[in-house]
């Protein structure tokens, strides 16, 4: 009896697996077409991420004017050139978020549409080439 008992708890953990096997895997996330997102939809996201990124643009620009006049009244020669080394890593880093947004206010909303790199991440942006 005990081995009735044994195997039939067996047989059933087994059916019990073979069924959660069988369940079907969810769909992929369906693209942006699929969802119906519509081009308008898609022109107000864009609209509403630029002005997002102009406002935080804006904050670090006037955050960066205030370390510019903060610099100007530090003596310490090492400390000055602590703070402006930081001010022109911050002045780089201000002037590439400018590019960035002036080359996708261009591109428009489906900016990013099949940009993307590796893995899920952006493709990296384009080299500037400078003046000779």
Do not use: Y
């Amino acid at each position: 009896m005990k081995c009735n008992s044994l195997l039939f708890a067996v047989i059933f953990a087994f059916a019990t697996l073979a069924l959660a096997q069988d369940k079907p895997a969810p769909p992929p996330p369906a693209g942006h077409h699929e969802m119906g997102m519509d081009h308008q939809k898609m022109g107000e996201m864009h609209k509403k991420h630029m002005e997002a990124m102009q406002a935080d643009l804006d904050k670090m620009k006037a955050s960066l004017d205030q370390m510019k006049a903060n610099v100007a009244k530090v003596s310490d020669a090492e400390e000055k050139a602590r703070w402006q080394a930081n001010i022109d890593l911050w002045t780089m880093m201000v002037g590439h978020m400018e590019h960035m947004m002036k080359h996708m206010g261009e591109m428009g909303p489906g900016m990013g549409m099949g940009m993307e790199h590796h893995h899920g991440h952006p493709a990296p942006p384009p080299a500037d080439k400078k003046p000779e």
